[in-house]
């Protein structure tokens, strides 16, 4: 995202109040539905607020929320399994480097859009067959609600606390033992109490699913 902004104002700054709003945005959303779901249905809410309870109307408001969860989802892979496509894309190159269909590039002219669009095809067929391979998974997979609750509660600490601190104190060059080095391991181990109760619940719930 940063090598398609413009300068100035400097893409550092530009980078993070970017990133800034949408924590917020994404938080507040997750913890109005989290919160407000809880406190109406308890331990009954369903995994689904919107089609949960049997009825699907107003149909305009069902078709909304999943072309919004489409869109979020599209963004969701082109961020989350960029790590993945990189290792591949370096492990590729190194076993095939004099391979055509891994290196070279192709330049594209699309209609209605300013200058050229670089393609690699090999880059396109395989994220093209990792997104839909991870699609078919997805609607197939038995229990959905309890499998994404435990998988994000194993990611949730080590993915968006532990790293980002640890990144953190690395690159302010925080003392050891200092009072903002205390605060932020103090937050970084409720996170992970937090996950390990989270992560308790979900088990729980996918045994109890297996099991009903």
């Not at 331990?43 to 049997?54: A, Y």
């Not at 190194?94 to 070279?104: D, L, M, Q, V």
């Not at 050229?116 to 038995?142: D, E, G, H």
């Not at 109760?197 to 009903?212: D, N, P, V």
Request: net charge positive; glycine share 8%; aromatic share 16%.
């Amino acid at each position: 995202m940063k090598d398609t902004l413009k300068s100035p104002p400097a893409v550092s700054l530009t980078m993070k109040k970017a990133s800034t709003m949408g924590i917020m945005v994404t938080s507040l959303f997750y913890l109005l539905c989290g919160g407000f779901g809880y406190a109406a249905f308890g331990d009954d809410t369903p995994g689904n607020l919107l089609t949960g309870f049997g009825f699907y109307e107003p149909y305009w408001l069902i078709d909304f929320a999943n072309a919004c969860i489409v869109l979020h989802l599209v963004g969701g892979f082109q961020v989350y399994s960029q790590p993945l496509f990189g290792v591949v894309d370096r492990w590729l190159y190194e076993k095939f480097p004099n391979s055509g269909f891994i290196h070279n590039q192709y330049t594209l002219k699309v209609p209605l859009l300013p200058g050229t669009l670089k393609v690699n095809v090999f880059r396109l067929c395989f994220r093209t067959i990792y997104v839909a391979s991870a699609t078919a998974v997805a609607m197939v997979f038995p229990y959905f609600n309890q499998v994404l609750g435990v998988i994000g509660a194993l990611n949730f600490w080590p993915l968006a606390i532990y790293f980002p601190v640890q990144m953190y104190i690395r690159q302010r060059n925080i003392e050891p033992w200092s009072k903002q080095w205390v605060a932020l391991q103090v937050f970084s181990i409720c996170c992970l109490a937090i996950s390990i109760f989270g992560l308790a619940g979900s088990l729980e719930g996918l045994i109890s699913q297996k099991l009903a």
